[in-house]
């Protein structure tokens, strides 16, 4: 390569756009975001766009008034925006010379927004990197339709490269045990019974060719070897599935079932599926299975807090943003 293209290569302008599935602002917008959500079509996947369209208006109907209660149980607003703002300080503070932005799906801020901005700035490359550990068209392939369609609507001319899983990165799972060790409060492993719990997926999603499921339990492997490696001996360590709804059938086991299996023990909950916390982490995990812990007579029930802006985890971010542009 000669010294004047090298050059040229080195003066592009670039950004790392971050892509999540988003949360309320506020309350206000708890309607909004289910709206988006079930309006998704890999979300609801029927073929007929409006029998889509009404099942989502019901289910938003239905929904918005039991799902603001959740918010306001956890601050009147999702926590996922707050903790992807620090991320995105730290990872900016990491890489000066490249621009941090995020993209929310279902709430703001939206695509058009921050495509717009990447205009202001001229970028003439960009790097996508969903924040899901493990590839689901539910999530990874929505957020980058989603980012694309708004590229392709916007004549900003760049260069577009995607990552679609990270969940073997080796530093990135540093910061998984991290937390699993944080989780702990200083109790001893030897004591307790480790769950990884995922969001789940009707099993249609999955028989429809979703790699999630096979990434998922892989991941669970990697970090089962890593957590010897560090010294973590769980009594048990076990591979369950969260936040059922509606009458199909969903990944196996749920982890109340599990959570039935297991009880007068301690256990420490891991949600693997996340790399930022929000609802399903600080409400469904922490205060509604906690619920069903008791019930159950568990002696202490935990769960740990996802890596969000954990510092391995800014490590490998910028690792995988440097191996991305080598490839």
């Avoid at 602002?25 to 609801?44: A, T, Y």
């Avoid at 990874?140 to 990270?166: I, M």
Wanted: include cysteine; charged fraction near 25%.
């Amino acid at each position: 390569m000669s010294t004047q293209s090298t050059q040229n290569k080195q003066s592009e302008k670039e950004a790392i756009i971050l892509l999540n599935m988003g949360g309320p602002n506020n309350l206000l917008e708890v309607e909004l975001f289910l709206k988006n959500m079930f309006s998704d079509p890999n979300i609801l996947t029927m073929k007929s766009s409006l029998l889509r369209k009404f099942v989502g208006t019901m289910i938003t109907f239905f929904r918005t008034e039991s799902s603001q209660e959740i918010y306001r149980q956890i601050g009147g607003k999702s926590p996922i925006v707050g903790y992807t703002e620090k991320l995105v300080s730290a990872l900016q503070n990491a890489l000066p010379e490249v621009y941090i932005d995020y993209v929310m799906r279902y709430t703001p801020p939206f695509a058009p927004e921050v495509i717009e901005r990447l205009k202001e700035k001229k970028i003439e490359k960009i790097f996508l990197i969903p924040l899901y550990p493990q590839y689901s068209t539910t999530t990874t392939k929505s957020s980058l339709e989603d980012f694309e369609e708004a590229f392709r609507a916007s004549g900003l001319d760049a260069v577009l490269l995607e990552k679609k899983h990270f969940y073997e990165l080796p530093r990135y799972n540093d910061a998984v045990i991290e937390r699993v060790a944080e989780g702990l409060e200083g109790d001893k492993s030897e004591e307790y019974h480790l769950i990884f719990s995922a969001h789940g997926l009707p099993q249609k999603i999955i028989d429809a060719g979703d790699p999630y499921q096979r990434h998922v339990e892989r991941h669970v492997e990697l970090l089962k070897t890593k957590l010897l490696e560090k010294g973590l001996h769980f009594k048990q360590v076990s591979l369950a599935y969260q936040s059922k709804v509606g009458p199909l059938k969903w990944l196996e086991p749920s982890l109340e079932t599990m959570l039935d299996h297991t009880r007068n023990e301690n256990v420490l909950i891991y949600p693997i599926a996340f790399t930022i916390d929000n609802s399903e982490t600080e409400y469904e995990l922490v205060i509604e299975y906690k619920e069903i812990a008791e019930e159950l007579g568990f002696k202490k029930y935990k769960v740990a807090p996802c890596v969000n802006d954990h510092p391995f985890f800014v490590e490998a971010l910028v690792e995988l943003y440097k191996k991305m542009k080598m490839s």
